[in-house]
């Protein structure tokens, strides 16, 4: 069975930097990219990068560009996304996903001071 | 970048009717790779459409996808209760940047 299972929720200041994860069981990890999502509250899906855990090659989205890096730690099977420089905007749930049909159940990153 | 854009924002209907959901591209979709899922409060996206048309594994077929290219269409042929939700459409590729449309809430009439 597929499982993409990620860390806890985190409550974090303005300006400071959040690492979560998302651990992968059930295929081979290098197989396909990750994908991470995000879901502002009551709003819509918006993709913020992806990482290929075969190469490490990663995309971000503009949004998101120089604030975001995405790793995929082969040896543990889990990918990481780490966001810096927080703003009260970027409190959402993130979602980490593969193919189109896996998804975490995602982590709650809030912002507040 | 593909943009999607979903009408309408908001679909009121009662249980038993049919739902028809748009979405369109502003360029043509490379593959049909065009998926559509469905939200629940606090519940991660289920997929329930992929390649445009192919229902994932263990949606009813209630749920269908057709179009192509630049149009799309999600129809729930007998709205059941569960069924009313927020619905996504989306383009994919295996190294493209994933793009949404805005969404679809389907809502109790």
């Known amino acids: 069975e597929v499982q993409l299972v990620q860390s806890g929720a985190e409550v974090k200041k303005p300006g400071a930097t959040v690492k979560i994860s998302c651990k992968v069981s059930g295929y081979a990890f290098s197989d396909h990219y990750i994908h991470w999502v995000q879901q502002a509250p009551g709003k819509g899906l918006e993709w913020v990068g992806l990482v290929d855990p075969e190469d490490g090659e990663r995309r971000y989205a503009e949004k998101f560009q120089g604030r975001v890096t995405m790793t995929a730690d082969m040896s543990t099977q889990t990918a990481h996304m780490e966001l810096s420089g927080l703003r009260y905007e970027d409190t959402a749930v993130y979602y980490c996903?593969?193919?189109?049909?896996?998804w975490g159940q995602g982590t709650l990153v809030t912002v507040s001071s | 970048e593909i943009v999607l854009t979903q009408s309408p924002g908001t679909l009121s209907l009662s249980p038993g009717e049919r739902a028809t959901l748009s979405c369109r591209a502003s360029q043509s979709v490379t593959t049909n790779y065009l998926a559509w899922y469905q939200q629940k409060p606090g519940q991660r996206p289920r997929l329930l459409i992929y390649?445009?048309?192919s229902r994932a594994t263990g949606i009813p077929d209630r749920f269908s996808g057709s179009g192509s290219g630049t149009d799309f269409t999600l129809t729930i042929s007998r709205l059941e209760p569960e069924d009313f939700a927020v619905y996504y459409c989306?383009?994919?590729?295996?190294?493209?940047?994933?793009?949404f449309g805005q969404g679809t809430k389907v809502e109790i009439k």
């Open positions: 996903a593969t193919r189109v049909d896996y």
């Open positions: 390649g445009a048309s």
């Open positions: 989306q383009q994919y590729g295996r190294s493209l940047p994933w793009t």
